[in-house]
């Protein structure tokens, strides 16, 4: 599966038009998965706060300039991302996330709907290196 990373450290703006521009590639998007990096920022000070990866059938796209629980440019570039999978996703949704401890949040595309899951094996398994650890930086 080929994947497509951003970079570090996009404005929302940025990230929106790759995410556009890339869009097509992914195919039917299957998950859109929300990771935050604070625990990996121990070991490399680079690293952005969130990351959200859209995983489609053909294609990943890794972007650092969405972000999710507050109100902000970064929150309401992630509604346009997710409204283009699922035009019923509101904003109340993306403000309200409460993170659920060290794991991901995990939105699943069941039959054009984005439902928010707890993330499974087989999603995790699409984003994990060898050694266990997420590369968020351009190959």
């Known amino acids: 599966m080929q994947v497509i990373k951003q970079g570090r450290l996009k404005s929302t703006r940025e990230t929106l038009r790759f995410f556009k521009e890339h869009f097509e590639k992914l195919g039917k998007v299957k998950y859109i998965v929300f990771y935050s990096a604070e625990r990996d920022m121990v070991w490399n000070t680079e690293l952005y706060n969130h990351y959200v990866i859209v995983i489609g059938?053909?294609?990943?796209?890794?972007?650092?300039?969405?972000?999710?629980?507050?109100?902000?440019?970064?929150?309401?570039?992630?509604?346009?991302?997710?409204?283009?999978?699922?035009?019923?996703?509101?904003?109340?949704?993306?403000?309200?996330?409460?993170?659920?401890?060290?794991?991901p949040l995990m939105f699943e595309n069941v039959e054009g709907r984005l439902i928010l899951k707890p993330i499974t094996n087989s999603a995790m398994s699409l984003l994990s290196s060898e050694d266990g650890i997420l590369s968020w930086f351009p190959d």
């Open 57 to 103: 059938e053909n294609a990943q796209l890794w972007m650092s300039g969405l972000t999710w629980r507050y109100i902000g440019e970064g929150p309401y570039g992630l509604l346009d991302v997710m409204q283009m999978v699922d035009s019923n996703i509101t904003f109340e949704q993306i403000k309200g996330l409460e993170w659920p401890g060290t794991y």
